[in-house]
């Protein structure tokens, strides 16, 4: 009888195990996607460039965060207040734990704010935005800003929190500096709050995921388990991918394809406009371009110059032959969707070829110039090919264009100022993670200094001091009114000094099987928290 019911009792056992076991794969969802590229570092500081921190907030979180409509919402911290105009109240969560079990405080909010400010950093322009953090006590803490900041709480969407006690363990109480080739433990390794937890990690081959079962927040949509992500470059093998089912989504799809997927049974294109401009910048800052056969001076700083490359590239045909007419041609930095924005300086300068030619024989160069292009050729939706047209359409007046393409981490270790900044002509694509003008105005108009950040971004080294002083004038006006009409005037002035050659605002396209629910977020950022599979 023991032995009938130890037998019994064995069989029950087993077959509840097998029951738990049994319930758990089919509630065990593995989401398989890809893009492009790979992220550039696991370090949160180590890359200012939206992929990587995008893709880092699988691991990492902020105080402040964006829901799927780029509304602001609270994140690790439960509400924030501005008690005077340079003081900002932050109260965290109490129960937010790293990954590796330890609490998150105040202490990991002052530490990672000055790990921003560390030389390899790429975030400098967010931690600028302070010029002291006090705790208050473990879970609250007070921001004291150089000015008044209206949008503290929106600068600060990307500014993610680290262990302090972890860096300290791990070497790594400074960021990494990638772009100048160099590593450390975080660039390899995460530590962060979110509801991700990385277990397998092989630079540009494949990264897996797994759920963070002590992750504070237990009402995220997402019923993601698992997560197997891998970079391929080849749009025909992304596209392939996803069509026989081995990715669950893809970013971004070749819009020259959608009409074709859009016939694919199993698979659904998503394309909403994205907040993100793409747009070429000129060498205005040295006094000989390092790769221009024009020698002794720069004709970039020659506003005339500046006028013939805006007049000669057209970019209604750009949006038409190369976007499909899924782009929104633009005159200026940032798009509809950013706080600030209006046609009266958002419209493209019209193409005129004549005028161009003429423009650059009265500047003294009749016979036009070569220049090199520098362009990423797997960052942006169709970069290279963009790239190639602008080159075209330059070269009907005379600017010969030498285009290297190469692959972003290529890319981007050549052309910024970190990097050595080695470049007379770029590509380059900004959102501004505040949503707000403002940030595009301090971080690509801005004249450079290295003090303060400014510029930080301004690949060009274009200045012009009247705008800045716009600038801080509009980064600690509180009146909505009278602060968008200085944005104005000052984006108006960039549009009539040629500052920069506007693309256009790019459409996100995203490929995803059917059945997947999931927030198309207008800043190009897939959030996990609110991807469902069914």
């Known amino acids: 009888m023991k032995i009938t019911k130890l037998l019994k009792h064995s069989a029950i056992a087993t077959a509840l195990a097998l029951s738990v076991g049994l319930s758990q794969s089919v509630d065990a969802k593995t989401l398989r996607w890809s893009y492009q590229g790979d992220m550039m570092s696991l370090d949160p500081m180590a890359l200012n460039e939206t992929f990587t921190l995008g893709f880092q907030s699988w691991f990492y979180e902020t105080l402040t965060a964006y829901d799927k409509d780029l509304k602001l919402v609270p994140m690790l911290a439960e509400k924030w207040e501005n008690p005077e105009p340079t003081k900002w109240v932050f109260y965290l969560r109490k129960s937010v734990k790293f990954h590796d079990g330890s609490p998150f405080t105040a202490d990991d909010v002052i530490f990672s704010w000055k790990r921003s400010q560390t030389p390899g950093s790429d975030m400098k322009a967010y931690g600028a935005k302070a010029v002291d953090i006090k705790k208050i006590d473990d879970h609250t803490v007070e921001v004291t800003t150089p000015t008044p900041n209206p949008i503290l709480p929106r600068d600060w969407t990307f500014l993610y929190m680290m262990s302090k006690p972890w860096a300290e363990k791990n070497k790594t109480t400074e960021a990494t ?36 079962d002590g992750y504070w927040n237990k009402d995220i949509p997402t019923n993601v388990t698992d997560i197997v992500f891998q970079p391929i470059s080849q749009e025909s093998t992304r596209v392939a991918a996803l069509i026989s089912g081995e990715m669950d989504i893809v970013i971004p ?20 406009p994205e907040a993100r401009t793409v747009f070429i910048g000129m060498d205005q800052h040295r006094d000989e371009l390092l790769f221009s056969n024009v020698k002794g001076k720069n004709p970039f700083k020659d506003k005339r110059v500046r006028q013939a490359v805006d007049l000669a590239v057209d970019t209604s045909v750009i949006n038409q032959k190369i976007m499909r007419g899924a782009a929104k041609p633009l005159g200026t930095l940032i798009g509809d969707k ?37 362009c990423p050729n797997d960052r942006y939706v169709n970069d290279e090919k963009v790239c190639q047209a602008v080159a075209s359409m330059l070269a009907r007046v005379g600017i010969k264009i030498d285009l290297l393409a190469q692959t972003k981490s290529k890319y981007f270790a050549k052309i910024l100022l970190q990097a050595g900044n080695n470049t007379s002509m770029y590509m380059l694509g900004w959102t501004p993670s505040s949503i ?20 930080q971004f301004n690949l060009g080294g274009y200045c012009n001091k009247e705008i800045d002083a716009l600038t801080a004038k509009i ?28 693309l256009h605002q790019q459409p996100m396209s995203w490929g995803i099987k059917k059945g997947i629910k999931l927030a198309q977020r207008a800043d190009d950022v897939l959030d996990i928290r609110n991807v469902v599979m069914p």
């Open 177 to 212: 500096n990638v772009k100048g080739g160099e590593s450390n433990y975080a660039n390899l390794h995460q530590n962060g709050t979110g509801p991700f937890v990385i277990v397998d990690r092989q630079p540009d081959v494949k990264t897996t995921l797994k759920r963070f």
């Open 253 to 272: 799809v070749p819009v020259q394809d959608w009409p074709r997927l859009e016939k694919e049974p199993n698979v659904q294109v998503m394309n909403e």
């Open 338 to 374: 950013i706080n600030g924005f209006d046609e009266s300086f958002g419209t493209p300068y019209k193409a005129d070829v004549a005028k161009a030619k003429q423009l650059l024989i009265d500047a003294g160069y009749p016979d036009g110039f070569s220049v090199q292009l520098d």
């Open 436 to 455: 707000d003008a403002a940030n595009s105005l301090t971080n690509l108009v801005s004249c450079r200094d290295s003090k303060t950040a400014a510029g």
């Open 475 to 502: 980064d600690v006006e509180t009146a909505q009114a009278k602060r968008n009409a200085m944005i104005k005037e000052a984006f108006t002035m960039l549009h009539n000094d040629y500052g920069y050659l506007p």
